[in-house]
């Protein structure tokens, strides 16, 4: 293997379980020995390296034009609860291996190269994206109930505060991941040019129906509320499948009461999650959703929304820049959305313009052990990442 899959294999020994996962949350020993790992690195190819006060890493490459914005370069360090080796990772190795290879060919780029590791991507308390939130301004450390959970984490408000950058100095973000799903690998394709970020749009939807005696309740006379939410559940499910191959449906969490095993039950509350690039699609999924829920008997249902995150599409120049990049290295690839969000997220919501590329995850898998990318496509997506960089300091984008 070669140098970054390396990188990789040594900061995937860090937080390591008996399983073979890894376990490297946000703020917690792991994650910070994970986080001086990679400094190192920088430190070595002589970046410049700064700890914010929420947790990221931060690296900066000065370019010769100090005038130019800077081409910035990220993903986070964090995982999951029992995750893999490449998730968030891989993109923050992958943009160190590009400064590796700046060094050894010599090249000093025009623009100023920043690279960030962030905090807390992955779900939290905190809320997902939390690092990168931070550093754009998206937090809010005053809203109710913040400040307490940021100090079981020994954080406070002004360290949020202290955390926020000028982004407006910031040409573009480019975030090298693992899929994360079987697209690339079930289609034999080496690599992902990422044209948008899914919108993921959540609704709590509560089931009424009225309890009763288990046995003594003819099956005619029931208003079975679980019944009932299994139905909708079903028919949803159907018609996302019939609606468009790239809506995915989940229902994930629920909740049965009165939860007694001899109780009809007369209430269940259900999260239904949809995810599209096309919000009209969301919404007519939705719309069909609260159609079959008043055809089904004996059974009442209210909706309420919970998460609306639209879609964010990336930079149409950046799209095809990277297309061009992989044309040119004669990598087969395909342009394609993200079904998962990412720190390019907070970037793109404040103004910043994003690409992203994606390699391959063996059979999908992702937040799990057996997470793997084949070590010549870990080599192939730092390739089009680093010619990408070289062909974005040459090229004016206004």
């Known amino acids: 293997m070669g140098r970054l899959n390396n990188i990789l294999?040594?900061?995937?020994?860090?937080?390591?379980?008996?399983?073979?996962?890894?376990?490297?949350?946000?703020?917690?020993?792991?994650?910070?020995?994970?986080?001086?790992?990679?400094?190192?690195?920088?430190?070595?190819?002589g970046m410049k390296t700064e700890v914010d006060?929420?947790?990221?890493?931060?690296?900066?490459?000065?370019?010769?034009?100090p005038s130019?914005?800077?081409?910035?370069?990220?993903?986070?360090?964090?995982?999951?609860i029992k995750g893999g080796v490449f998730d968030g990772m891989l993109g923050v190795a992958g943009a160190v291996e590009c400064v590796y290879r700046l060094k050894e060919q010599d090249i000093i780029l025009d623009h100023t190269l920043e690279i960030w590791g962030f905090n807390m991507e992955e779900s939290s308390i905190l809320g997902g994206t939390f690092g990168s939130r931070a550093i754009t301004g998206m937090l809010d450390p005053d809203q109710p109930g913040y400040a307490e959970k940021l100090a079981t984490f020994d954080r406070t408000p002004d360290d949020v505060r202290t955390a926020k950058k000028?982004?407006?100095?910031?040409?573009?973000?480019?975030?090298y991941h693992i899929e994360q799903g079987d697209k690339l690998d079930s289609a034999d394709i080496d690599v992902g040019v990422v044209n948008g970020i899914v919108s993921v749009i959540r609704y709590q939807v509560t089931a009424n129906g009225v309890s009763n005696h288990a046995g003594t309740?003819?099956?005619?006379?029931?208003?079975?509320?679980?019944?009932?939410?299994?139905?909708?559940?079903?028919?949803?499910?159907?018609?996302?499948?019939?609606l468009d191959?790239?809506?995915?449906?989940?229902?994930?969490?629920?909740?049965?009461?009165?939860?007694?095993?001899n109780v009809i039950p007369n209430e269940v509350v259900a999260t239904f999650e949809m995810r599209h690039m096309d919000k009209s699609v969301t919404d007519q999924f939705f719309a069909d959703i609260q159609a079959a829920a008043k055809e089904i008997p004996n059974c009442t249902f209210t909706f309420k929304n919970t998460v609306a995150k639209y879609s964010t599409p990336c930079d149409p120049k950046l799209v095809r820049i990277i297309d061009q990049v992989c044309s040119e290295l004669n990598i087969s690839h395909m342009i394609m959305p993200s079904g998962a969000g990412h720190d390019a997220n907070p970037m793109a919501?404040?103004?910043?313009?994003?690409?992203?590329?994606?390699?391959?995850?063996?059979?999908?898998?992702?937040?799990?052990?057996?997470?793997?990318?084949?070590?010549h496509h870990v080599d192939l997506g730092a390739e089009v990442l680093f010619k990408t960089v070289l062909t974005l300091d040459k090229t004016d984008r206004k």
């Open 53 to 65: 006060p929420v947790g990221n890493l931060h690296g900066i490459l000065p370019g010769k034009d």
């Open 217 to 242: 309740t003819m099956m005619p006379n029931r208003k079975d509320a679980l019944v009932g939410m299994s139905k909708l559940i079903v028919a949803a499910d159907a018609r996302a499948r019939e």
């Open 166 to 175: 000028d982004i407006s100095k910031y040409d573009c973000y480019l975030e």
């Open 245 to 261: 191959d790239t809506l995915v449906f989940t229902v994930g969490k629920m909740s049965v009461a009165p939860g007694q095993e």
């Open 349 to 375: 919501h404040e103004g910043v313009p994003i690409g992203m590329i994606f390699v391959p995850s063996v059979n999908g898998i992702s937040h799990h052990g057996k997470e793997w990318t084949e070590p």
């Open 9 to 45: 294999m040594e900061a995937g020994g860090i937080g390591r379980n008996e399983d073979g996962s890894i376990t490297r949350l946000g703020f917690s020993e792991d994650y910070f020995q994970a986080l001086e790992l990679i400094k190192k690195h920088m430190e070595s190819l």
């Open 68 to 80: 130019l914005k800077s081409i910035v370069l990220g993903s986070h360090l964090d995982t999951v």
